[in-house]
């Protein structure tokens, strides 16, 4: 199994950037793709989840409105969608996956992490 995020960068505050995780490997649709992020100095925080058979999408509550998950079925791809972007958005953010076909906590294969930067 593997996730590849990409899509990180440089933006200014207010602004927007959208970032993905392609995800492959996987040989059912029972899981679940989340978002984490890191900022420097923090704990690793909880973004977002989508349910990969339903895409039921579940959201850390101050990102709702914002943040905007999704999947492209097709292309085995979760997207997030970042707006109104703020400097405290700026963090190293990580797509996980959840196996166990009923939540989105429990992570079993991370991807690499792709930086996003909000300048103030």
């Known amino acids: 199994v593997q996730l590849q995020a990409s899509g990180g960068g440089l933006v200014q505050t207010g602004g927007s950037l959208s970032i993905s995780c392609a995800v492959s490997g996987l040989t059912s649709d029972d899981y679940a793709i989340s978002w984490l992020r890191q900022a420097p100095g923090k704990e690793r925080e909880w973004v977002s989840c989508i349910s990969w058979d339903d895409g039921s999408t579940y959201y850390e509550d101050s990102l709702k409105g914002r943040f905007t998950i999704s999947r492209d079925y097709a292309k085995n791809t979760v997207h997030l969608q970042m707006n109104s972007l703020k400097p405290e958005d700026t963090a190293v953010y990580y797509c996980?996956?959840?196996?166990?076909?009923?939540?989105?906590?429990?992570?079993?294969?991370w991807g690499q992490g792709t930086q996003v930067t909000v300048s103030s």
């Open positions: 996980a996956v959840d196996t166990t076909g009923w939540g989105c906590y429990e992570y079993s294969y």
